[in-house]
């Protein structure tokens, strides 16, 4: 795999070859304090979770409760499947096979990850709803009343699974392609030479020893759809994102949406449990890159049956939402740079930029510290970090407003009876509680793409800065950084992004009267005024290009003779 798409999400790393330190310094024990005030929102959900409540958990296990865990088991299930053929699929065509259209098809399949869930169900619930133009054309064809056909019901856990493998995909196409790309050229000949076909040569040679990296994009797909709340919500799918909401705001019981999340944090410990045992000490197969792989030229129907496979999730996760969009923005003359829209977007990209810097300078102390400082302190460090990302933005936002409100309240409280005046909520509802919630959320991110991005520093330039009398802080500064600014500035895009698409945390914790365009979006969709949703929609859609495209780029040069026509 590369460096890039290998640590981006969280795959095995070869460690630093620096020489442990004898002592741990004040860097290492700096970044596992960061690192456990990190981890405070979950441990705040914890400890509510065991508080004493409003009985609401009682009521919720005898009514709704079964349902959150059949929709959830359900909804695991279907994405695994999907994400798992669509990705593996389309991989091992674009990287082992020759057929028209590859090198469009090869980076266009990884577009669908620009769009968040949420975007493209507002789509395709305008486009396939009763009054949409599918179910009215199909009247208007056939002659048909409302009563005389069956069609297939877009809001329902199948059509909220659909949303999820169309976008999820990319995950596990990203990471399967890297691990063929990077499968010995020798092994895959000699099945050849022993008379095996193509789907030999996938299902018992390739597909084994990718294997640990597709279930690294699977599990993080499945993360995903865990921690959605925006398109289970406009589906009306009951699962526990929707749950923790409901508990938190409609109830008003902070015990009960405690034990919802901390019950969704068990769901996820379980798939990330069930990775490590699936890839158990296997790694990641690298080959050798200096070969060029074997290719199978297809031909004829075959031929144009791969493009049609291959074009079909890029028409469908991004080409089709993105007309839907355009055209209801079109017809809606809705403009996209009117003064409402500019203060969203100014909104948006204040959270991400705040959100994306914050994340990034605790990122660098977190990942210097383990380069500098290698040992046990500073690995248990980031790999508490890490578990952030596992986190759905419902569970930190909770995590968060817990502690938040209580310490808010006291202070009022003591406030009122000593001084007569009410401070309000200080810290709750505020930008910079949210930007902690970012920082919890995608740490992990910015993390492992700066650790790959240090990793490839030479352990001589340590030594070098060392023997001239420069410390820790300014080696960082005036040697590291400037190596690594493109590694830091890919970071920062990505967690931009991921922090423009983000939802539930949003939803739940930003100030009052203060909307972005992800907020205005779920708005106006929940209202069911789909078609004022498609322009902030789009936006979302054309900033998350940006670091798709840089991905792409990134993985089609990971190895000689790789992107082909």
């Given amino acids: 795999m590369t460096d890039l798409a290998q640590d981006i999400v969280g795959a095995p790393k070869a460690p630093t070859a620096l020489r442990p330190h004898q002592r741990v310094g004040w860097l290492a024990w700096t970044a596992l304090v960061l690192s456990l005030v990190l981890l405070s929102p979950l441990a705040a959900v914890v400890a509510a979770a065991f508080g004493e409540g409003h009985g609401t958990w009682a009521h919720l296990a005898t009514t709704v409760l079964p349902t959150y865990v059949e929709n959830t088991i359900l909804l695991v299930v279907a994405v695994t499947i999907g994400v798992f053929v669509t990705g593996t699929g389309t991989a091992w065509l674009v990287t082992m096979c020759r057929f028209p259209g590859k090198r469009l098809l090869e980076w266009g399949l990884v577009l669908p990850f620009a769009a968040p869930a949420y975007v493209i169900a507002y789509a395709y619930t305008d486009f396939l709803q009763h009054p949409g133009p599918v179910q009215t054309w199909l009247r208007a064809v056939t002659g048909w009343g409302p009563n005389d056909y069956w069609f297939p019901e877009i809001r329902s856990l199948e059509g909220a699974a659909a949303m999820f493998i169309l976008v999820l995909y990319p995950y596990v196409y990203l990471l399967a392609r890297s691990a063929f790309l990077q499968q010995s050229s020798c092994t895959l000949e000699v099945a050849r030479t022993l008379g095996r076909g193509s789907w030999t040569c996938f299902f018992k040679v390739a597909l084994p020893m990718a294997r640990p990296a597709i279930a690294v994009g699977v599990s993080l797909a499945l993360m995903e759809t865990l921690a959605d ?21 409609s109830m008003g019981d902070r015990v009960a949406a405690a034990q919802l999340a901390l019950s969704l944090v068990g769901v996820v410990l379980i798939i990330l449990l069930a990775e490590r045992w699936q890839r158990g000490g296997r790694a990641f197969d690298t080959g050798r890159r ?189 040697v590291h950084l400037p190596l690594i600014s493109g590694g830091v500035l890919t970071a920062a895009l990505i967690v931009f992004v991921d922090i423009l698409k983000e939802l539930p945390a949003t939803l739940i914790m930003r100030p009052f009267n ?38 792409s780029r990134q993985i089609t040069k990971s190895r000689p003779g790789a992107g082909g026509s």
């Fill in 229 to 249: 709340f925006g398109t289970v919500a406009h589906f009306g799918v009951q699962t526990f994102t929707t749950g923790i909401y409901r508990a938190w705001f």
């Fill in 514 to 551: 203060f909307d972005t365009l992800a907020i205005q979006a779920y708005r106006l969709a929940s209202d069911e005024r789909l078609a004022e949703a498609s322009t902030p929609s789009m936006v979302i859609m054309a900033v998350g290009l940006i670091p798709v495209i840089l991905l």
């Fill in 290 to 478: 200096f070969d060029a792989l074997p290719e199978y030229r297809l031909k004829g129907a075959r031929a144009w049956l791969a493009t049609a496979a291959c074009a079909l999730p890029i028409l469908l996760g991004f080409v089709l939402p993105l007309i839907i969009l355009g055209r209801l923005s079109w017809l809606n003359a809705h403009a996209l740079f009117g003064e409402r829209y500019i203060r969203l977007i100014m909104n948006s990209f204040t959270l991400a930029g705040a959100g994306a810097l914050a994340t990034i300078a605790i990122g660098v102390v977190l990942a210097y510290a383990a380069r500098s400082r290698p040992g046990v302190t500073t690995t248990a460090a980031n790999r508490l970090v890490s578990l952030g990302y596992a986190l759905p933005g419902s569970i930190i936002a909770v995590g968060l407003l817990i502690p938040l409100t209580t310490f808010d309240n006291a202070l009022d409280g003591w406030m009122r009876s000593t001084f007569g005046i009410s401070t309000g909520l200080l810290l709750t509802g505020t930008i910079a509680a949210l930007v902690f919630a970012y920082m919890v959320r995608f740490m992990a991110v910015a993390l492992n793409t700066l650790e790959a991005s240090l990793g490839k520093i030479t352990p001589s330039i340590d030594a070098a800065a060392r023997t001239l009398g420069a410390g820790p802080g300014r080696t960082l500064v005036r």
